[in-house]
């Protein structure tokens, strides 16, 4: 007799996809509430979806359940239907809405945020990852503790047993707040030493990459650095900050740093949270926004990153890359995304290459602006120092002098200058030629 086989995994998880949409929010070229699904799955869940889809449109949200009595019903009935194992409602629900909606749907009812943790708790790989998302976590958990406890609600009253739910409460909320604490101490720490790595690196220029989840910033920075970074067709497939040299054409190398995209409503604990992460990629000579030209919501995904930037930072950023382009038909659909901007626009494609002859252009021109030309008087028998003077800027010239003194006119920048008149000494005699247009950020 042939034995039946099992599934040596659970079944994945079916979940019932709704939502409101309050005046501000724009809607969804490619259908209301794609986004909220293509979160689902990144999450390892699948999306179910109505005949129609489950949204609705209110000026201001329902203090009860944030929707309205109908579209309740509504789906109420899709979930006796459908039968799914959760309901996502992709806004921010307050404790009291997961508590009221879960009572009429009776059914797990998450919000945007709930499922945002969720995905960063399955990618986070590093130590302070796992601590950034566990304290986003915990935020998110405080106010809302009753909720996991209502199943005391049963004992209420019943001799002997007055008061436990209370207890567990106050005693849930004291950890809570212990481990908030301690959670926020260690990211400190980290906070610390990667503000101390990233002054370490005063003698090369720095660019930083954000831009809107699954925009291409991971393939730039593979392209650009020759890395092997992880590439997926999924919102955030990078969750910590990769950095990574860049090689110009004059051989001066350029540190690029990429981390976690940002999408529309992005939890605040969870932008709070993960600021020492994004520090490292905020803090950099040139701020670069890859935008993905091809998605139909490029303009509203620019604006959610922007508005992020401006919770994390004052800094924008200074150039606008429109990625993808090689996807787009006619490139003047990608006109109003360049129009009336501040900083400079370059189309490239990371993919095919189109294009990054134009952004090293860019980043050249930058890295000029904020180098001072310099005169360098060594020793021509003093190999080391004329390799370490060498590896630090462009040579723009070169000659000897009384076949002893090797004289080297170099572009610098300020941070390199610094760093090479304290590591040669009385070796070599500096003098400034041309000083730096722009000063350097980390010399401030």
Known sequence: MSRQPTATRPPREKILVCGVLFPGQAAEHDGPLSEAMSLVAAAGAEALCADEPLIQKRPVPDASTLMGRGKVGEVKAAIERLQPDAVLVDNDLSPAHLRNLEKHWGVRVLDRSELILDIFAARARTAQARLQVELAQMEYLRPRLKRMWTHLERMEGVVGTRGPGETQLETDRRLIAKRIQDLKHRLEQIEEHTRRAVKSRAEHFTVGLVGYTNAGKSTLLNTLTGASEFVADMPFATLDTRTRQWKLGDGRMVLVSDTVGFVQRLPHHLVASFHATLEEALNVELLMHVVDA???????????????????????????????????????????????????????????????????????????????????????????????????????????????????????????????????????????????????????
Do not use: C, M, W
């Not at 090689?326 to 900083?343: F, K, Y």
């Not at 993919?351 to 008087?377: C, H, W, Y």
């Not at 941070?415 to 000063?439: D, I, M, N």
């Open 294 to 444: 091809a998605h139909p919501d490029a303009a509203v995904q620019v604006k959610a990153v922007e508005d992020t930037l401006a919770q994390l930072t004052r800094r924008t950023a200074d150039v606008l890359v429109l990625n993808k382009i090689d996807r787009v038909d006619e490139t003047l659909h990608v006109q109003p995304l360049a129009q009336g901007r501040h900083e400079e626009v370059v189309l490239v494609s990371a993919v095919t290459g189109l294009g990054l002859d134009k952004l090293a252009a860019v980043v050249t021109q930058r890295i000029n602006a904020r180098s001072p030309v310099v005169e360098v008087r060594i020793s021509a028998g003093d190999g080391k120092g004329i390799a370490t003077l060498k590896a630090a800027g462009t040579v723009l010239e070169q000659r000897v002098e009384g076949d002893t003194e090797l004289v080297l006119r170099l572009r610098l920048l300020d941070g390199a200058y610094g760093a090479l008149q304290s590591a040669l000494g009385k070796r070599a005699r500096f003098q400034v030629l041309e000083a730096a247009t722009v000063p350097f950020l980390k010399s401030e």
